[in-house]
């Protein structure tokens, strides 16, 4: 009984061995992004350099690491990792950084809410919303969860992604909430491809009758679209007369948010 006990210790061991050098491998990066090479890393962590470049291959194959591929280049955390720190963000932390931003908005469209969502896996939830007229405001709700195939702020968060994530946005049966819900997944997948190639997303009258909405991408450097500002109500008619004007002004947003967002991979989540 000892024996097999010592022997399940010395596996527990040489388990977390490998373990323990890659999450050094990825904190010496991020202390230090865009500035070292494999064997500055191989030097400052003691390895050989062959351990070193084992490690970057298999940091690197599971999108946890870029960069690295030769001699002189530099390595930084891939975007898989820091995908994960910023879906850990917490929704009352980005609700309360956003929030000025958004009520200062509602000024120019008193009948509509203004909200910004974010993607958690393959799902898009509402993290922040403001309205001019509080009927309005409940109809995005922080939390709630937006249909992939009907709301613009998921379909424009959508567009940016990985086909896989795509895929298993779309795998469940797609709802028809009313008579212009398109649940037909070809089609849905078409609208997806048009938002992305025009910059937004629009739906009229996709998941409430009267209520219509816009929605654009929050571009977070080097680590993509896990975030879009929308704008919703019964706004049927302007958004279809003046679209330009109101996608203009939705960038304009996120453009002011994008800082804001991005303190969270700088500071882990403490405003700076």
């Known amino acids: 009984m000892r024996k097999e006990a010592n022997a399940m210790t010395e596996e527990s061991d040489s388990a977390a061995g490998p373990l ?20 500055d890393v191989a030097h400052a962590l003691q ?31 891939g975007n898989r990792l820091t995908r994960l720190v910023y879906a850990a963000g917490h929704a009352d932390w980005i609700e309360a950084a956003v929030l000025p931003t958004l009520v200062q908005a509602t000024a120019k469209f008193p009948n509509a809410s203004i909200f910004v969502s974010r993607l958690a896996g393959h799902r898009v939830f509402v993290v922040a919303s403001a309205a001019g007229d509080p009927r309005w405001k409940s109809y995005v709700i922080p939390g709630q969860e937006l249909p992939p195939h009907a709301a613009a702020s998921a ?8 086909p896989s994530i795509l895929d298993k946005a779309l795998e469940r049966p797609l709802q028809a909430f009313t008579r212009n819900t398109v649940t037909d997944p070809g089609i849905v997948r078409k609208e997806i491809e048009e938002a992305r190639n025009e910059g937004f997303a629009a739906c009229v009258e996709c998941i409430h009758e009267g209520m219509s909405a816009l929605s654009v991408p929050i571009h977070i450097p080097t680590d993509g679209v896990i975030y879009s500002v929308g704008i919703t109500g019964p706004i049927t008619r302007a958004i279809t007369e003046d679209r330009a004007s109101i996608v ?3 960038r304009e947003i996120a453009k002011a948010l994008t800082p804001i967002l991005s303190l969270r991979g700088r500071t882990g989540g403490k405003a700076a």
């Open 20 to 39: 323990e050098r890659y999450i050094s491998f990825l904190e010496l990066i991020a202390a230090f992004p865009g500035e070292l090479t494999t064997a």
């Open 47 to 77: 390895l050989p350099k062959s351990t070193a470049h084992r490690l970057l291959r298999v940091l690197s194959r599971s999108g946890l690491v870029e960069g690295g591929d030769h001699k002189e280049r530099t390595l930084s955390l």
């Open 155 to 162: 379909k424009i968060i959508l567009a940016h992604q990985d």
């Open 248 to 250: 203009a002004l939705l």
